[in-house]
């Protein structure tokens, strides 16, 4: 599916988060680490160890590195593909590539993840050197 089928533009970044499954049986598992590769308005691609994703596993997550208020706080998402990548990180283990829909979540938080991935953005376009 490209981006013009998608609700929201997806944005290329690196975050570390943490992240909790929800069982059959309402309690939670985990936390297991993760790192976001992109991010949107309406879900978030991420890597981590963790085998157990599978199509329709909600979880509960929460970015670790971020402080300035418009991405703090959890997240609930479901879990729409989950792959373990051909290279291995640097600690020769599997890794799986994740892909999240968020659930349940408000306009506000929605449009506060818009506005962190639009100044991310900006800011690295400011940082990028002009073409000639």
Do not use: W
């Amino acid at each position: 599916m490209d981006d013009n089928r998608r609700g929201f533009l997806r944005f290329p970044l690196i975050l570390s988060l943490e992240f909790s499954i929800i069982n059959k049986k309402n309690q939670l598992l985990g936390p297991y680490p993760g790192k976001a590769v992109n991010l949107s308005g309406g879900g978030m691609l991420f890597t981590t160890p963790c085998p157990l994703l599978r199509h329709g596993t909600l979880i509960i997550f929460r970015f670790e590195t971020e402080k300035e208020g418009d991405l703090q706080g959890d997240f609930l998402a479901r879990v729409i593909r989950s792959k373990e990548q051909e290279l291995k990180q640097e600690n020769h283990l599997p890794h799986y590539l994740t892909a999240v829909e968020f659930k349940f979540i408000k306009e506000s938080r929605r449009s506060a993840i818009l506005s962190y991935v639009n100044h991310r953005s900006l800011r690295r376009r400011k940082s990028m050197p002009a073409s000639v």
